[in-house]
């Protein structure tokens, strides 16, 4: 997928950390795209198609223990045609945040998915959108409940879901993320 050379749709993420039981060694914020008018060949014996995804990642910068920040474009890719089908319209439909303690296999991969709802509210440069998410602190380096080869992904939750699950916040430490139109 080529980059767009007019990227002009630029956030600022800020992450922070709130009563997390230590620290994070792996900070990283995935651009999630899809471009549902093109569908490419997987396998052209058994007819196979999928649809096109592109998901550039990056790493977020380490600002102090607990703050992490970073930049993400909604129009990275460029709209071209890529599969002799006609051109490609990308559309950017969710920012994933990911955060491991350690390099380890089993250290739980926290994560924050946050879709376009977001920024499409978002038009104004300087304008600004602040959400909470929360992670059970059970899980911090490794779920050791979980008997498994790989680790646990812990999907942040809302407030709103801690309480429907009756997850008391006591046990969670919160991942505030703070996004700016630049």
């Not at 990227?7 to 230590?22: L, M, R, S």
């Not at 890719?77 to 439909?93: A, I, K, S």
């Amino acid at each position: 997928v080529t980059e767009n050379p007019q990227k002009h749709q630029k956030y600022e993420v800020t992450v922070t950390f709130k009563d997390a039981p230590g620290g994070f060694e792996i900070a990283e914020l995935v651009e999630n795209y899809a471009a549902d008018n093109c569908i490419y060949t997987t396998n052209r014996m058994a007819g196979a198609t999928a649809l096109a995804h592109y998901q550039p990642k990056f790493s977020l910068q380490k600002i102090s223990d607990t703050v992490y920040r970073g930049e993400f474009y909604t129009d990275r890719p460029l709209n071209e045609d890529y599969y002799d089908q006609g051109v490609c319209l990308w559309n950017f439909f969710a920012l994933s945040l990911g955060f491991q303690a350690n390099s380890d296999k089993k250290s739980t991969y926290f994560k924050e998915s946050i879709d376009d709802t977001v920024w499409k509210n978002m038009t104004e440069k300087g304008t600004t959108m602040k959400l909470v998410y929360h992670h059970q602190k059970r899980n911090y380096p490794i779920a050791t409940w979980l008997d498994d080869e790989t680790g646990f992904v812990s999907l942040g939750i809302t407030t709103e879901e801690a309480q429907q699950r009756n997850i008391d916040l006591k046990d969670t430490f919160s991942v505030e993320v703070e996004i700016r139109r630049i």
